[in-house]
C-alpha cells in the first residue's frame, strides 16, 4: 500500500467564526498549516486553481507574476528555403547564415506546408535585468529549433498539440494540454549585465507537433496550412515564484488526484490555501517553507516505488515524412541533453538505431553531447532494433536484421548492447519475439500498447512470456497505460491502483515525456518529481535506469505468471492491409534479398570474386536491408502514415531492390564453371533448398519434349532445379497433361495433383485431391460451400481510419460473383488449354468505379490452383476479401508467421477467440481435418479471417484517414487454393507457400556440366531462411536455418565445399561457445543439426 494509514488525521481545527484568517491552530499533525476558515471542499480547491491558472484572474494571481520584466527582441530577420525546395537535408548552416535575411515584426504568417522559414534574432538584455534569471521566449504555429549563432543546435521549440488518448470512446478529449508546449529557452540563469549583443538562429518548420490534419489529428494534411510566428520576447522570471507555482500546483493536483474521501487530500488543499494566505500578505518564504514541510512527509516501507524514465516517443514517420523525424530527433534530444544537464537524476531511454544515426549525420555536435551521456548511463539507448518495427507483417529474417543492425549499431557507436526490447507503440507482438531476442542477448521486453486492446483486459502488467519454441523472457508493460506521462499524481495513482500483478512486484515503470511527435520530458515534470520524490499519500517516485528498473523486476520474476505465444493486440486489425502496394514490395524485397545474398554467399565461398568486390556488393546489399527496415516501422507498413510516407516508402523500395537486383547480376558471371567462355546456355536458379518445378515462359522454342505456346513466340516449359542450386534448361520434364473440360455449365480442370471445378462466375464448387474422393467444399457428395467468392464488406471504423476494421464489419458481406449481386459480370472464357498450363479469364464491375480481372491458372506440376487478380479500385470505406466456404470441420485454423505457425480457434466460445476476427498471417493459411486440408497462399497480403469452416483473405481496404488515396488506384496480387492430406501435411503447405513466391529464375550463361547443388537441407520440417555473408567482412557464411513444423528433428545441412570450421552462432554472429560443429567429408560436405521445435538456429561457416 502507497497511501499512508499510519496517521490518524484529526480535525481539530475548530476555528473561531470571527476570525478572519492566518490563525495558528494547531493540527496534531501538520502543525504551521492552518485549515480553510469555511470547510467548503470546492471553493478552497477551485481557488487554488485559480490561484495558478494560465487563463484566469493572471492579472493578480501567482502566474501573473513569474515573468516581472520582459520585452520584444530588438531585431528579427527572415530568410525562407526556396520554395520548390523538397529537402532542407542539403543546407548546411553556414549556408544559410551567408543568405539575405529581411528584417520583419512577430505576427506573420509562413508557409506552404513543410516548407522551412529561419530567422534571426538580436536582442540586448536591458542593464537593470543584471543577476536575474533571464529567458527568451519563442511562440509559433510550426515547430522550430534554436541555433547558437556558431551553429549549434540549442533546444527545440514547440507548439504543442492535441493530445494523443487510447480511443475508448468519449476519453478522446482532443483537449490541449498546457505543458505540452515547449516555448522558452534559458539564456541565463544569473545575468552578469553584459552589454553584448546576443544572436541567434531559429529554423522553423511548417508544420506542427503532430503534421496539420485538416480537422483533426488523424485527417490527411491540409495544404492551405500556414504557421503564424506569434511572439520573439525577452523576460526576466522570478525563481521563487516559479518554486511556489510548482509547488501549489503539485499540492492542487493532490487535492484533485486523492479526492474528498482522502485525509491526505484535505492536507495538500489546506496548505496550499495557508500558501495563498501568506502570498497574499507578502511572505513569500513563510509559503515556501509550507509546501517544504508537506514535501517532507514520508511514505511507508513497503509503498510501490513507481521507476520513472523519461522518454520522447518519436514516430520515424507517420503524419510528416522521414525528413521531418530527422529534425524532430534533433529538436527533442537537444531539449532533453539540456534537461539531463540541470536535473543529474534525471534518465532518458532512447530506442531506435536509425534515429541515432540520422542525428549523426546531419547533427554531429548534438551526437557527441550524446555520446558522453550515453557513457554516462543517463542517456539509454534500448530496443536493440533499426527501428521500432511492426510487430507482425515483418518476416522471421527481418525480424533477425531489426536486431542485427540495430545492436551491431549500438555496439559500434556506444559500446554496448542494449538489455531491453523495447516497442511501447505496436499493434501485436509475433510469437517468436522470445527466441530472437535471445539470440541477440536480450531477456527483457517492454511495451504498454496492450492496454488498448477493445475486448479483453490483458491479465498481466509484468509476466515471462514464453515464445513459440519455449524461450522465455521478462515482460513488464507500464501500469499507467502510456508513454507519454506528464508526471503527475493521478498517474503515479494509476500506475499502482491499475497493476494487475499486485503483491507480486513493488515496482513499476513511469515513462514520463511528450510522445508520438517527438516533445519528450519538460522542465516542469522534473520539478514536479522532485516534489513527488517520497511523499505521503502518491506512491514514491524514483527516477531509474531501465536495466535498474528491470533488475528489480528479476529480482521477483519467482512471483509472476507466465503468458505462452502471440500477443494479439484486439484493435488496429485493418492494418494488415492498408497500404497495399507497401507490403507487396515489402514481401518483394525480402525475397529478393534473401535470393541475392544467397548468390553473393556463393560467389564469396567460389572464391572469384575480388575481395573489395565482394565487400562493396555486401554494403550495397547492407544499404538495401536498411531501406527495407525502415519501411517496417510501426506506422509505414502498417499503413497507418500520410500519402507523402508512402512516396518516400516507395521510393526506398525501388531503390532497395534495383540493389538487389544489381547485385544479382554482379554475381552471376561468377556462380557457373566458366565464366571466361561466350554466354549460349540457359539455365534454372532455384534459391529454395528443396528440388522445385514450375512451369516457366521462355522465348525460345528450344529442345523441349512437351511445350505449349504462350503467344508472341514464347513457349511454356515445365521446368526443375535443384536446391540450392541450378540446372540446365534443356533438361526439362514431361510432367503428366493438365487438362480443362466444360459439362455441367461448369469448368473441370485437372491435373497430377487435383481435380477442380469452377462456375462460370469463378467460384471454385469442387476441390478433389487425385485418387481422392473426399472433396473440400462438399459433404456426402451435398454441395456445402464454394471458393473463390469475392466479398465487399461495409467498413467503417469507430475512429482509427487506416488501422481499425470493426468486428462488425462482418455483417455486411455482399458476395459479388454469384447472379444475385446485380454485377455485371463476364463470364469465364477459357484462355489456355494444356498440357502445361490451363487458364481461365473472368472479371466483374465491383461498383460504378471499380474492376476486377482474375485469371485462374492450373499448372502441370502445381499442387495449387492460382487466382492472378487485377483489380481497379477507387472505393471509399470498402473491405474486399475473397472467401472460402468449405465443408471441413477445422476447430483450429493455422496461419503462417515469422519462423513457424499460429494456431487460432474458428469459433467464438470466449471473448478471446471473438477479438480475434481479423488476425494476421504471412504467406499461407490452413484449415484441415486430419485427412483432408485447404491452404489458401498469397504473394503479399497478410490479413485473414477464420470462421467456422470459413476462411477469407483480406484483399484491399479504402479507409481515407490519415492518407486520403490510400490504395486507391491499380492493384495485381495472386492467392492460390492447394488441397492437401490434411493436418500432417504441413511440410508441402509450406513449400508451395515458399515456392508460391519465389519463382525459378532463368538466367543464360556458360556452363560446362549440367547441374550444381550449392547449400541443401536433407530431412523434413526444417527451412534455409537465410544464407549471408558475416557482417564483420570476415568472408565467412552465416546460414539461418529453422525448425518449421513444431516437431523435433534431425537434418543434415550439406555446404558446397570444405570448410575451415563451422560452429553455432548467436544472432550478433559471435560463434556460441559450443565446440565447433562434426563436418562431414566425402563426395558431400555436411553438417548434421537436431533441432527442437521452432527453433532458429544461426550457424558460421569460415572457409580459407
Ligand atoms: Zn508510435
Redesign the pocket.
Known amino acids: 500500500m502507497w497511501h499512508h494509514r499510519s496517521v490518524v488525521f484529526v480535525f481539530a481545527y475548530l476555528q473561531h467564526l470571527g476570525q478572519l484568517f492566518l490563525s495558528k491552530v494547531k493540527s496534531t499533525m501538520e502543525k504551521d498549516v492552518t485549515a480553510s476558515q469555511h470547510k467548503h471542499w470546492r471553493t478552497t480547491q477551485e481557488r487554488v486553481e485559480k490561484y495558478i491558472s494560465d487563463n484566469l484572474f493572471k492579472d493578480v494571481n501567482l502566474r501573473g507574476k513569474l515573468y516581472p520584466k520582459a520585452k520584444e527582441v530588438d531585431r528579427l530577420f527572415h530568410w525562407g528555403l526556396p520554395l520548390g525546395e523538397k529537402t532542407w537535408e542539403k543546407w548546411t548552416f553556414k549556408n544559410i547564415t551567408m543568405q539575405d535575411f529581411k528584417p520583419i515584426k512577430a505576427g506573420m504568417a509562413y508557409g506552404p506546408l513543410w516548407s522551412t522559414h529561419w530567422f534571426k534574432v538580436e536582442v540586448n538584455i536591458p542593464e537593470d535585468w543584471v543577476q536575474q534569471e533571464v529567458w527568451l521566449h519563442w511562440v509559433s504555429q510550426g515547430e522550430a529549433m534554436l541555433w547558437s549563432a556558431k551553429g549549434e543546435p540549442l533546444q527545440g521549440f514547440s507548439p504543442g498539440g492535441v493530445h494523443l488518448s487510447p480511443v475508448k470512446g468519449a476519453n478522446r478529449t482532443g483537449a490541449m494540454e498546457p505543458d505540452q508546449s515547449r516555448t522558452d529557452y534559458m539564456l541565463s540563469s544569473c545575468w552578469s549585465g553584459s552589454q553584448e549583443t546576443q544572436v541567434f538562429y531559429i529554423e522553423m518548420a511548417c508544420c506542427g507537433m503532430f503534421g496539420a490534419g485538416a480537422d483533426g489529428m488523424i485527417s490527411p494534411p491540409d495544404e492551405g496550412s500556414v504557421f503564424q510566428l506569434e511572439a520573439v520576447e525577452v523576460s526576466t522570471r522570478d525563481k521563487l515564484v516559479y518554486k511556489l507555482l510548482t509547488d501549489i500546483d503539485v499540492l492542487h493536483d493532490m487535492t484533485v488526484s486523492l479526492g474528498s474521501n482522502d485525509p491526505r487530500a484535505h492536507q495538500a488543499l489546506y496548505t496550499s490555501n495557508h500558501m495563498i494566505n501568506s502570498i497574499i500578505s507578502g511572505n513569500y518564504s513563510q509559503a515556501s517553507q509550507l509546501a517544504d514541510t508537506f514535501f517532507t512527509k514520508r511514505n511507508g516501507d513497503l509503498a510501490h516505488t513507481v521507476a520513472m524514465i523519461g522518454n520522447c ?1 518519436i ?1 520515424s514517420a ?1 503524419l510528416w515524412p522521414y525528413s521531418e523525424t530527422k529534425r524532430k530527433c534533433a529538436r527533442s534530444w537537444s531539449s532533453t541533453v539540456q534537461l539531463l544537464e540541470e536535473y543529474p537524476e534525471m534518465k532518458f531511454a532512447c530506442s531506435q538505431a536509425q534515429q541515432f544515426s540520422w542525428v549523426k549525420l546531419h547533427y554531429p555536435e548534438l551526437f557527441d553531447k550524446i555520446c558522453h551521456l550515453v557513457k554516462a548511463k543517463r542517456f539509454i539507448p534500448v530496443g536493440g532494433t533499426w527501428v ?1 518495427m511492426d510487430g507482425l507483417i515483418p518476416s522471421g529474417e527481418s525480424f533477425m536484421r531489426q536486431f542485427l543492425y540495430g545492436q551491431l549499431f549500438f555496439k559500434r557507436e556506444f559500446g554496448a548492447l542494449c538489455e531491453e526490447f523495447w516497442l ?2 505496436t499493434f501485436g507482438y509475433s510469437a517468436q519475439f522470445p527466441q530472437i531476442c535471445k539470440s541477440f542477448g536480450i531477456s527483457r521486453f517492454l511495451t504498454q500498447k496492450m492496454s488498448w486492446s477493445l475486448f479483453n483486459k490483458f491479465p498481466h502488467h509484468n509476466f515471462l512470456w514464453e515464445g513459440l519454441d519455449g524461450s522465455t523472457i521478462l515482460a513488464h508493460f507500464p501500469p499507467g497505460d502510456s508513454y507519454e506521462l506528464r508526471v503527475r499524481v493521478k498517474e503515479a495513482i494509476r500506475t499502482v491502483n491499475n497493476l494487475q500483478d499486485k503483491g507480486r512486484v513493488s515496482t513499476s515503470a513511469f515513462l514520463y515525456g511528450h ?2 511527435g517527438g516533445g519528450g520530458p519538460t522542465r516542469n515534470m522534473l520539478e514536479r518529481s522532485r516534489r513527488l520524490r517520497d511523499v505521503d499519500g502518491c506512491p514514491r517516485m524514483e527516477h531509474m535506469s531501465p536495466s535498474a528498473f528491470f533488475e528489480r523486476l528479476e529480482a521477483e520474476q519467482h512471483n509472476l505468471c507466465r503468458w505462452v505465444g502471440e500477443l494479439y493486440l484486439e484493435l488496429h486489425n485493418g492494418t494488415y492491409t492498408s497500404q497495399a502496394r507497401t507490403k507487396k514490395q515489402n514481401r518483394i524485397c525480402e525475397f529478393s534479398l534473401r535470393n541475392t545474398e544467397i548468390l553473393l554467399a556463393v560467389v564469396a565461398v567460389k572464391g572469384r570474386m575480388k575481395k573489395e568486390e565482394l565487400l562493396s556488393h555486401q554494403d550495397n546489399l547492407h544499404d538495401a536491408w536498411e531501406k527495407v527496415l525502415l519501411n517496417q516501422f ?2 509505414v507498413i502498417p499503413g497507418t502514415s500520410i500519402g507523402l510516407v508512402y512516396c518516400d516508402a516507395d521510393r526506398l523500395y525501388k531503390e532497395a531492390l534495383a540493389s538487389s537486383e544489381e547485385v544479382q547480376r554482379a554475381c552471376c558471371p561468377f556462380l557457373f564453371k566458366d565464366p571466361e567462355k561466350k554466354v549460349g546456355e540457359m539455365v534454372v536458379i532455384n534459391t529454395l533448398p528443396w528440388p522445385m518445378r514450375q512451369v516457366m515462359v521462355v522465348k525460345e522454342e528450344g529442345k523441349h519434349e512437351v511445350k505449349q505456346s504462350a503467344g508472341e513466340g514464347q513457349y511454356y516449359v515445365a521446368v526443375e532445379a535443384p536446391g540450392i542450386g541450378w540446372s540446365k534448361l534443356s533438361t526439362s520434364l514431361s510432367p503428366p497433361q493438365v487438362t480443362v473440360s466444360f459439362s455441367n455449365n461448369r469448368y473441370i480442370l485437372e491435373n497430377q495433383y487435383m481435380k477442380a471445378q469452377v462456375n462460370t462466375f469463378g467460384q471454385v464448387e469442387s476441390l478433389i485431391l487425385a485418387g481422392d474422393s473426399q472433396d473440400v467444399f462438399r459433404r456426402e457428395g451435398t454441395h456445402v460451400g464454394q471458393g473463390n467468392q469475392l466479398v465487399l464488406f461495409d467498413d467503417v471504423p469507430l475512429y482509427w481510419d487506416a488501422w481499425d476494421t470493426m468486428d462488425y464489419h462482418l455483417e455486411t458481406g455482399k458476395v459479388l460473383n454469384i447472379k444475385e449481386s446485380g454485377c455485371e459480370v463476364n463470364e469465364v472464357e477459357v484462355v489456355q488449354s494444356g498440357p502445361l498450363v490451363v487458364k481461365l479469364r473472368w472479371g466483374l464491375k465491383i461498383t460504378e468505379v471499380s474492376s476486377i480481372t482474375q485469371e485462374i491458372e492450373l499448372s502441370a506440376v502445381s499442387p495449387y490452383l492460382v487466382f492472378r487478380c487485377k483489380v481497379d479500385w477507387l472505393e471509399s470505406h470498402k473491405f474486399l476479401k475473397v472467401l472460402f466456404n468449405t465443408a471441413l470441420l477445422a476447430r483450429t485454423a493455422t496461419f503462417d508467421s515469422q519462423f513457424g505457425f499460429v494456431e487460432r480457434a474458428t469459433h467464438c466460445n470466449t471473448s478471446w477467440d471473438s477479438a480475434k476476427f481479423e488476425v494476421c498471417g504471412h504467406k499461407w493459411a490452413d484449415l484441415s481435418e486430419p485427412n483432408l486440408g485447404m491452404a489458401v497462399l498469397n504473394d503479399c497480403k497478410y490479413g485473414w479471417t477464420a470462421r467456422g469452416s470459413t476462411l477469407m483473405l483480406s484483399l484491399l481496404r479504402s479507409p481515407k484517414a490519415p492518407d486520403a488515396k490510400c490504395d486507391m488506384g491499380q492493384h495485381t496480387f495472386s492467392y492460390a487454393l492447394m488441397p492437401h492430406k490434411g493436418c500432417r501435411d504441413k511440410t508441402r503447405v509450406q513449400r508451395c507457400a515458399y515456392e508460391f513466391n519465389n519463382n525459378l529464375t532463368l538466367l543464360s550463361t556458360s556452363v560446362s556440366h549440367d547441374s550444381e547443388v550449392w547449400f541443401s537441407l536433407v530431412g523434413s520440417g526444417a527451412m534455409i531462411e537465410a544464407v549471408k555473408l558475416a557482417e564483420d567482412k570476415s568472408g565467412d557464411v552465416v546460414v539461418r536455418v529453422y525448425e518449421s513444423l513444431g516437431a523435433t528433428t534431425s537434418v543434415r545441412l550439406k555446404v558446397p565445399s570444405q570448410p575451415q570450421r563451422v560452429c553455432l552462432c548467436n544472432g550478433l554472429e559471435e560463434p556460441l561457445s559450443d565446440p565447433s560443429l562434426e563436418v562431414g567429408e566425402g563426395d558431400e560436405v555436411f553438417v548434421d543439426l537436431t533441432l527442437s521445435p521452432f527453433k532458429i538456429v544461426s550457424i558460421r561457416i569460415t572457409y580459407n
Do not use: I
Request: avoid cysteine; glycine fraction near 10%; proline fraction near 10%.
Open positions: 516517443h514516430d507517420w521500432e511501447p507503440d510522445g508520438d510501426h506506422d
